[in-house]
């Protein structure tokens, strides 16, 4: 199925330099996402998410509403946008949610409680929208790998006409500058910054399953330090027992009673990390909110 997503993206892109609307930005009643970024993102796109934000959680209060996960849908559009809305999600410590190339009928369950506008174009994340969900503390894909693709960031033909060639070369190094210390600034490997320039404006690199788990799937690994060292009081034998244990039920391997008893202990012992994480996450964000709203 990759090479229908690569075909609907390039054809996005081409359309996208002669002006394309706002992204779509809503208030999902979906249960598990809070907000819905769906479109090609376009300059004021920052301000209505950061409104759309405030609408939700309207004053300094803190409630669970103010902790919105944020759905990405959406082909690209502009780098520049996309970096801003990128920094106002890791300033309040938000998460984002990827589309996935699970099963087809999977796919349609989640594009018709999402009430996506146009899933054809937008059921990706491509391009400035990779920018976006490199923000999040928190990157998810809700079913199978994230649909997560880059190319070289580029300026519109109708910037290019305003510019004379010594600007347009001064104005490229730019543009690079800008992408790496943002990718740094993200906790994103360098090594992404040369790979999305080497890759042609008008073609997709999709970051592989392999990719993705290590780099970008979850929580980012300074956060994910840090909540390991405040919740996860495992030694270190009980890690390697429940990585054990897992690995012979993954392999279809039965446990035998003495294991079965460890292993029931040690979902205990995960049980209350896990609530640990949750309550430290929950925390950050509240105070990430705290902050943001503080005059």
């Given at each position: 199925m990759?090479?229908?997503?690569?075909?609907?993206?390039?054809?996005?892109?081409?359309?996208?330099?002669t002006?394309?609307?706002a992204?779509?930005?809503?208030?999902?009643?979906?249960?598990?996402y809070?907000?819905?970024?769906?479109?090609?993102?376009?300059?004021?796109?920052?301000?209505?998410?950061?409104?759309?934000?405030?609408?939700?959680c309207?004053d300094?209060?803190?409630?669970?509403?103010c902790?919105?996960?944020?759905?990405?849908?959406?082909?690209?559009?502009?780098?520049?946008?996309?970096?801003?809305?990128g920094?106002?999600?890791r300033?309040?410590?938000?998460?984002?949610?990827?589309p996935?190339?699970g099963?087809?009928?999977l796919?349609?369950?989640i594009?018709?409680?999402?009430?996506?506008?146009n899933?054809?174009?937008?059921?990706?994340?491509?391009?400035a929208?990779?920018?976006?969900?490199?923000?999040?503390?928190?990157?998810?894909?809700?079913?199978g790998?994230?649909?997560?693709?880059?190319?070289?960031p580029?300026?519109?033909?109708a910037?290019?006409?305003?510019?004379?060639?010594?600007?347009?070369?001064?104005s490229?190094a730019?543009?690079?500058?800008?992408?790496?210390?943002y990718?740094?600034?993200m906790?994103?490997?360098?090594?992404?910054?040369?790979?999305?320039f080497?890759?042609?404006?008008?073609?997709i690199?999709?970051?592989t399953k392999?990719?993705?788990?290590?780099d970008f799937d979850?929580?980012?690994?300074?956060?994910?330090?840090?909540?390991?060292?405040?919740c996860?009081?495992?030694?270190?034998?009980?890690?390697?027992?429940e990585?054990?244990?897992?690995?012979?039920?993954a392999?279809?391997?039965?446990?035998?009673?003495?294991?079965?008893?460890?292993?029931?202990?040690?979902?205990?012992?995960?049980?209350?990390?896990v609530?640990?994480?949750?309550?430290?996450?929950?925390k950050?964000?509240e105070?990430?909110?705290?902050?943001?709203?503080?005059?």
């Amino acid at each position: 199925m990759r090479w229908i997503y690569r075909l609907l993206a390039a054809a996005c892109f081409i359309c996208s330099c002669t002006g394309a609307d706002a992204a779509d930005m809503k208030i999902s009643d979906h249960p598990q996402y809070n907000i819905i970024l769906e479109g090609t993102i376009v300059k004021g796109d920052y301000d209505k998410l950061r409104n759309l934000i405030e609408e939700i959680c309207p004053d300094n209060s803190w409630s669970t509403l103010c902790s919105s996960d944020i759905y990405l849908a959406s082909p690209g559009g502009s780098v520049i946008e996309a970096i801003k809305i990128g920094r106002l999600i890791r300033k309040l410590r938000l998460e984002v949610q990827i589309p996935g190339d699970g099963p087809p009928d999977l796919r349609q369950q989640i594009i018709a409680a999402l009430k996506l506008q146009n899933p054809q174009t937008n059921y990706l994340c491509a391009s400035a929208c990779f920018f976006v969900a490199v923000g999040g503390i928190e990157r998810n894909a809700a079913i199978g790998n994230a649909i997560l693709g880059i190319h070289r960031p580029y300026m519109t033909d109708a910037d290019l006409k305003n510019l004379g060639a010594d600007q347009v070369t001064a104005s490229t190094a730019q543009l690079r500058g800008i992408v790496e210390m943002y990718l740094k600034e993200m906790g994103v490997p360098a090594r992404y910054a040369d790979l999305m320039f080497s890759i042609p404006k008008d073609q997709i690199r999709w970051i592989t399953k392999a990719e993705y788990r290590a780099d970008f799937d979850g929580l980012v690994p300074a956060l994910r330090e840090r909540l390991g060292a405040r919740c996860d009081n495992r030694t270190e034998a009980e890690r390697r027992l429940e990585d054990l244990f897992e690995a012979k039920v993954a392999y279809g391997e039965k446990l035998n009673a003495e294991e079965q008893t460890m292993r029931s202990a040690l979902a205990t012992k995960s049980m209350s990390r896990v609530q640990c994480e949750s309550a430290s996450k929950e925390k950050m964000r509240e105070d990430a909110w705290k902050a943001y709203r503080r005059p």
